[in-house]
């Protein structure tokens, strides 16, 4: 009987050395268990997202050395691993090395090359390149080096023959965005199909977003049933990132039988091997997952991305910025659960225009938490800035008259967002010994709602892909199932959002956020979030025939209860918009990395550029229409 090892690994990327060593305990447990075949992620070696750090040569060279001490330590054991592969004798359309992501099988020491292959490696076929993946950047896919060959892809796709205990098994190996071929030209699992396979392994790096897990199940459910095989799905755990965008990769690696149900799965976001009898695999039950919530996912993904982006640039201390607000509430008591209250330092830093009513719901939050806390007044120091501005005069040195600053209210609610992040957090947090946070949302982050150097300042801004309704979700989630007690003040989750800058955002008179978030959260949602992105002429269109409200997902009726005319909804539509594609831009390329948890998230995901406001002919006929 064959026992295989799935190997879920914690890969950091950027750390071949340190990969490798982990692999190779790995080996020896597997060894120890009586495995005859262990299964490694793809690019478990070198990480997957890892920039042009794909351009140094002597990172490459390093890979491939520690590639040969994982082929050495296959004597006693089969070993199926990601690496990148170069052949230096060839150049990649850039002028460099040509690279390969590939899977390798090794076997007493050697290289199993699969039948076709010009190479001693499976080379991954499908490149991706859409959201964080930048695949044709840095790799060599088989479709063009099969185009280069003179030759039909078809005929290079071919299993890896492997003989276990008396027997030759006929694996059909691929790597991850080769598993997910609807919308390509051909499918490396058909072929292999085709061409006869015992069992199937995919090697993944893929990233946690919401609904992923259920998506993989019916993409490799479908395989395994259809071909009447077992499947192998192996992923990794860790984060990686892309500088501006930080992923949580949730591992979930997971066996399906013939019937395309996961008979087991490792539990997300553990490292550990899980071993399972080949010849068992299509007898077992189906895997039951333990129900959860669609909330207590995006938290485990947030949770573990912040908890492991802490460890890896090794701070263990965090000042945060609370306001008796719900956005601030939620982040305060996530750090505490990942760092515990004595590492956590709470701020809160009233002005003229903050009530007692939120002032009081900060502390309530603090003491609730257990934290250290302070409150801090930035009335004086903002009426020094004030003063200094509109007092000291500037001088025109050409003809050296002079004139004097005018401070409007706006810009003095900008001076008290920056007076709280780059004076007070700033130093408190050098002198804590720690960072200090950035609590948006992406509502707030969508239509640049946020102070440039104040608000938006931080080291990293963990809730900036999620919406607001699912901040809201999510400080349910943490007084029930995470501190099972109320330590968000429940005033706080019922008070109207406000910023609290001026006398127009009095929260004890309602007044609160210029974003009506029942309604705006949708609408954003449909500018960054839908597969074809949603323009002002899609919203116009929708909006005339009646079918907006369905087609973003929010509560039907609530556009006529905000908007009562066409010229109302036009106008908040061009609002928003002009925000979301001006200068909000600037702010997203300028504001901290953010944990991905949707299917589009700011950063690298949603590549932007600064293109200034547009409006289609169509839009403007639209709403030419809609006005008459």
């Avoid at 189906?286 to 996912?297: A, L, T």
């Avoid at 701070?315 to 750090?335: C, F, H, P, R, W």
């Avoid at 008070?495 to 009095?506: D, F, R, T």
Wanted: hydrophobic share 35%.
């Amino acid at each position: 009987m064959v026992k295989i090892a799935m190997a879920q690994l914690r890969v950091t990327p950027g750390h071949p050395s340190e990969n490798t060593e982990k692999m190779l305990r790995f080996i020896e447990e597997a060894k120890g268990n009586g495995a005859d075949l262990i299964i490694f992620p793809e690019m478990a070696i070198p990480g997957y997202l890892l920039g042009d750090t794909w351009e140094q040569r002597a990172f490459i060279k390093d890979c491939e050395e520690c590639g040969q001490d994982i082929i050495d330590a296959s004597k006693d054991i089969a070993i199926i691993f990601g690496n990148v592969a170069v052949d230096w004798d060839n150049r990649n359309n850039d002028g460099r090395p040509r690279k390969f992501n590939a899977l390798f099988t090794a076997y007493k020491g050697k290289l199993v090359k699969p039948d076709n292959m010009p190479y001693p490696f499976v080379i991954k076929a499908l490149m991706p390149n859409y959201r964080v993946f930048d695949d044709t950047r840095h790799f060599f896919s088989l479709k063009k080096l099969a185009e280069e060959m003179g030759k039909n892809v078809r005929d290079l796709v071919s299993p890896i023959h492997l003989s276990l205990k008396g027997k030759t098994y006929s694996i059909g190996g691929y790597l991850c965005e080769d598993g997910w071929s609807d919308d390509y030209s051909f499918s490396p699992v058909d072929i292999l199909r085709e061409k006869g396979v015992d069992f199937f392994v995919n090697i993944s790096s893929s990233p946690y977003t919401f609904g992923k897990t259920h998506k993989r199940h019916r993409v490799f459910g479908k395989q395994a049933k259809e071909s009447n095989i077992p499947l192998f799905y192996v992923n990794n755990t860790g984060i990686q990132n892309n500088g501006k965008t930080i992923y949580a990769f949730d591992g979930s690696s997971t066996v399906y039988s013939n019937q395309g149900y996961p008979v087991a799965c490792i539990e997300k976001y553990n490292e550990g091997i899980h071993y399972v009898d080949l010849d068992e695999i299509n007898s077992l039950p189906p895997y039951k997952r333990p129900h959860k919530e669609e909330i207590g996912h995006i938290f485990d993904a947030i949770a573990y991305g912040v908890k492991s982006f802490l460890a890896d640039i090794h701070m263990n201390k965090v000042v945060i910025g609370i306001s008796g607000g719900i956005d601030s509430a939620v982040s305060a008591a996530l750090y505490t659960h990942i760092l515990g209250p004595e590492n956590i330092l709470l701020l809160n830093m009233p002005s003229v225009y903050n009530s007692e009513t939120t002032k009081n719901l900060a502390y309530e939050l603090a003491e609730n938490l257990e934290c250290n806390y302070a409150s801090i007044p930035i009335q004086e120091s903002v009426e020094q800035t004030i003063k200094q501005l509109e007092n000291i005069p500037i001088t025109y040195l050409k003809d050296h008259s002079q004139f004097n600053l005018s401070v409007s209210s706006f810009v003095a609610e900008n001076i008290q967002a920056r007076d709280r992040s780059g004076r007070i957090l700033a130093a408190c947090a050098a002198a804590f010994g720690g960072g200090f946070t950035c609590n948006a949302n992406k509502a707030e982050t969508t239509v640049g709602y946020s102070t440039l150097y104040g608000d938006l300042a931080g080291f990293l801004c963990a809730l900036a892909d999620l919406w607001k309704f699912q901040i809201y979700d999510l400080a349910r989630y943490l007084n029930t199932e995470i501190y099972k007690r109320e330590v968000i003040p429940q005033a706080t989750i019922d008070i109207i959002p406000s910023a609290e800058l001026s006398h127009k955002q009095n929260i004890d008179m309602g007044q609160g956020d210029p974003i009506k978030y029942p309604y705006h959260d949708y609408l954003f949602r449909s500018f960054v979030e839908k597969w074809e992105k949603a323009t002002p002429a899609d919203i116009l269109r929708w909006y005339r025939d009646g079918m907006l409200e369905d087609k973003l997902g929010c509560e039907r009726g609530i556009v006529k209860k905000y908007f009562p005319t066409p010229k109302a909804f036009i106008e908040d539509l061009e609002r928003w918009w002009n925000q979301f594609a001006g200068m909000a831009v600037a702010k997203r390329i300028q504001a901290p990395p953010i944990i991905a948890v949707s299917r589009r998230a700011y950063g690298f995901d949603h590549r932007e550029a600064q293109n200034g406001v547009y409006y289609t002919r169509e839009y403007k006929r639209l709403k030419e229409e809609l006005l008459k």
